[in-house]
């Protein structure tokens, strides 16, 4: 996605070019806008050129399986717009843009191929788009394990999951899926835990809205339909506002908007998107009980992303069952000065009140710190694998409706 680019830094304007004097009259602004939109024009044209040619050079190598989406590139070409950007527009507005821009551009060279939570109108779509842009082919898939069997397959080229909630904490099928992988089923078929890794990450900050068919909006529901995350995190203002109606949980938030609009009897909490799609009105904006409420994101695919320069690693791993055991596991990390951002449990597979450890801590797996850390903690592991290093999240959570703001929203459905 970011080939055509060139090096880091390369190529880019100085600042002072932003700081020649504007003009005075209404008629020459319009002017200096008609023709740097002619400039734009030609240089997206020339881009998108060379991003073709990006495909031709590497179509006639001899390099097998070459990729042309590279996750620790595009992480350096954007954190390098957010840097050299002088406003007014913010850096989020910034860096969606070039995102849009080098989607399109990737989409010429090879078109992503991006599994995420279905149908449409949900968060997961929303997370999606926002990490691979409008130039990815997206696959709605039905539940978590069906986006995992998809890139542990090939069918896709990558996945975006839900990993945990502020509010309501971890998605516990992400983290199995992550740590055991599958065995197998009807639906989600089966993969090995060491097929999948992580390669990206983002977050959305989550607005929950209550919605209804018009001739509704006045009534009295009987039952409240949404995802249970979506239920659990408006708890606290359905207990003031609908005390005694029912609240069922179904399997997606737009699920729940097309049984709203099926039925003057039920409402529906999901994102605004869902709302438009379902010819629904908004009862009651932005209800869920945080305003900071934000679901982190990852991406996930088949192979290792090499440094970015700003990294995170996620690890999951078990400890010998004896006391200090988790102590002196971390203590390698400290020793290094190296910053643990997270550290949960979750119950292992094997045996009953046994649990394993996912990590996530600053730094790539290839660091020399962090290779030294991880041979230092083996010892005290019966078990430990590296989730995946990968680049960490350039655009700040609080922007997921500022900018691109008609893109698909959803969360857990």
């Known amino acids: 996605m970011t080939d055509a680019l060139g090096e880091a830094g390369a190529g880019w304007p100085d600042r002072h070019l932003t700081d020649q004097p504007l003009p005075n009259t209404l008629a020459e602004v319009r002017q200096q806008i008609d023709s740097l939109d002619s400039e734009l024009i030609a240089l997206i044209s020339k881009r998108a050129r060379l991003a073709e040619r990006v495909a031709e050079i590497k179509q006639l190598s001899n390099e ?33 843009l070039f995102r849009e821009i080098m989607s399109a551009c990737l989409a010429l ?52 999951v839900p990993v945990e909630n502020s509010t309501e904490g971890s998605v516990s099928q992400t983290l199995d899926a992550l740590a055991f992988g599958a065995t197998g089923g009807a639906l989600s078929g089966a993969w090995a835990a060491g097929d999948v890794r992580i390669c990206g990450e983002l977050s959305l900050k989550i607005d929950q809205q209550l919605m209804a068919r018009q001739d509704a909006r006045d009534v009295l529901p009987q039952r409240i339909v949404s995802h249970a995350q979506s239920l659990a995190q408006c708890r606290e203002w359905l207990d003031v506002h609908y005390p005694g109606v029912e609240r069922i949980a179904v399997q997606s ?40 409420n934000t679901t982190r994101f990852v991406v996930i695919g088949r192979d290792a992303v090499p440094p970015s320069g700003a990294d995170k690693t996620s690890l999951v791993l078990s400890v010998n069952n004896e006391p200090g055991a988790l102590s ?21 597979r094997e045996r009953a009140w046994e649990y394993v450890f996912f990590i996530d801590f ?3 797996a ?21 989730l995946g290093s990968y680049p960490r999240a350039v655009m700040s959570a609080s922007s997921s409706n500022a900018a691109g703001g008609s893109t698909t929203d959803r969360i857990m459905s």
């Not at 390098?80 to 989020?92: A, F, M, Q, T």
């Not at 910053?339 to 119950?347: A, H, K, Q």
């Not at 660091?367 to 083996?378: F, G, S």
């Open 362 to 364: 600053e730094g790539h």
């Open 366 to 386: 290839d660091d020399e710190r962090i290779r030294a850390a991880l041979t230092k903690m083996q010892p005290f592991c019966s078990s430990l694998r590296v």
């Open 64 to 96: 097998p399986q070459t990729s042309f989406y590279r996750p620790e590139r595009e992480a350096q070409v954007l954190s390098r717009v957010r840097e050299r950007n002088p406003g007014p527009l913010s850096g989020d507005t910034m860096v969606w």
């Open 109 to 160: 060279e090879q078109p992503l191929c991006v599994a995420c939570l279905g149908p449409s109108g949900t968060f997961s779509e929303q997370a999606a788009l926002r990490a691979f842009g409008h130039g990815a082919r997206l696959v709605l898939e039905p539940g978590i394990p069906e986006v995992f069997r998809a890139v542990a397959a090939g069918s896709v080229d990558f996945g975006v």
């Open 328 to 348: 002196r596991l971390l203590a390698p990390l400290a020793e290094a000065g190296i910053d643990v951002m997270r550290i949960e449990s979750r119950p292992a």
């Open 253 to 292: 938030n737009s699920e729940a908007a097309r049984l709203a609009a099926e039925s003057p009897q039920i409402m529906a909490i999901g994102p605004t998107l869902a709302a438009e799609q379902h010819g629904l009105d908004i009862v009651a904006a932005n209800i869920q009980d945080s305003v900071f």
